[in-house]
């Protein structure tokens, strides 16, 4: 059964301000998200740490959707959307105000303390907007509605990569140059400096947070719930428990993977490209391209469904475009690679739009938990990228071993990584072709 809109008086068609309002919220997710391309080289370098260990940052933001999803669900049932999206918005400044003891201490985990909190922050924010986008109009358009708040985060995501790229990576070839020639003394000098370059950026963007914050409490955001579910004969209710839409469950684990791969594109695009032997001044730019291919699939899907395509079908493409993509990575090298893994914002782009409305379709009274599961999905983006990251330096200590050089070594162990992509992009396909239909009515 579909879900369709609904609101506490009438059935309307989404209004261009409720539409705007949520495309704000989907710009500064995506603000805040895609800074860690740039945070990850950062805190490699002011934190003297292994590839593996420098993903954290991705895994601290995105665990706390494992974390806050079902309380999530809880507070969004008590106070409603529009609260639960200012207090998120309050969390995420909290969390921004972090970063400012965590440079003057210089110490890893506070950084991660941060990051996560801004997560937590997130997590509610993405668990009130996501279903609300979804059922502000009928199920059929929804993933047009959310390609279109897709480029608004991509965007901004963009935007946010450049900014804080530039802040935080200006000099950092020069400085990983001189770690190694000077003494213990200077190095900290040097590193407590480059530590300190992320106070100004993160104070203006806890100051942002809090005014937005504000603002949303007197957002004019329609209320809307789901329709229910369907009755069996003699009034029964068809479905009982959340445990019996197996399409829901296939498409949480659907999502999980698809947020490791695309967490995957975006956030290590950039230590990708230092590996590779190209400069930081010029990789900063790599997540952008990442971005901007997303952008223009999302217009691309924004135009194209429900019209010309369905959701399922999109997303059966997207599947197969990672997979072709997955192989080109691994078998080219130096910046014709760069562009297959920037690419991946193609392929990357219509998943999270179809993948959204195919697995809250028939769960009626059960769609706020079903959406709370789903953001826990996006978990995939704090397992997924450390095991590439785990990969990578297996490999290159089996390929220095054998006495190939750090540098060729990291290089290739980079390229080698990307094999974890395939089987993510496969089970996509699988949920595109018939797991989204599992459990459901034909």
Known sequence: MAVTNTTKTSQT?????????????????????????????????????????????????????????????????????????????????FGALIFIPAAEARTYWMFLTG????????????????????????????AKRISIMGIC???????????????????????????????????NTLLNNMADSVVVPYISMAVVLFVLGLLILKAPLPNVEAAPIEEAEGGKTAKTSIFQFPHLW?????????????????????????????PAADAKFFTTFTLLAMVA???LGAFLIPKYITQALALRVSAVLGILLSFCIVF???????LFVAGLGIANALV?????????????KFTKTGAALLVMAISGGAVIPPLYGKFVDGTKADLVAQGISEINATATASTKGYWILLPCYAFILYYAVSGHKVGLKS
Do not use: C, H, R
Not at 355 to 361: K, S
């Open 13 to 93: 068609k989404p209004t261009l301000i409720p539409i705007l309002i949520i495309a704000s919220l989907f710009f500064i997710f995506g603000f805040v998200t895609w800074i860690n391309g740039a945070l990850i080289p950062f805190m490699k370098t002011i934190n003297e740490l292994t590839s593996a260990q420098s993903l954290l940052v991705a895994s601290a933001s995105y665990i706390s959707f494992v974390v806050m999803a079902l309380p999530a669900s809880y507070i969004l049932a008590k106070v409603g959307y529009k609260k639960g999206m200012s207090l998120g918005l309050f969390i995420m400044g």
């Open 115 to 142: 990051i996560f909190i801004q997560g937590a922050g997130m997590t509610l924010l993405q668990t009130a907007s996501n279903p609300y986008i979804t059922i502000l109009g009928p199920i059929e358009s929804a």
């Open 153 to 187: 985060n991509k965007i901004a995501g963009a935007l946010g990569s450049l900014i804080f790229g530039s802040i935080l990576l200006s000099g950092i070839d020069e400085i990983q140059e001189k770690l190694s020639k000077v003494s213990v003394d200077e190095k």
């Open 250 to 278: 296939l498409g949480v684990l659907t999502l999980f993977m698809y947020v490791g791969v695309e967490v995957i594109a975006g956030d290590t695009i950039i230590a990708y490209g230092i590996a590779l032997g190209f």
């Open 297 to 299: 699939t999302y217009a």
């Open 332 to 338: 080219s090298t130096g910046f014709t690679s760069v």
């Open 352 to 364: 999270w739009p179809a993948v959204w409305p195919l697995t809250l379709n028939g769960l009626g």
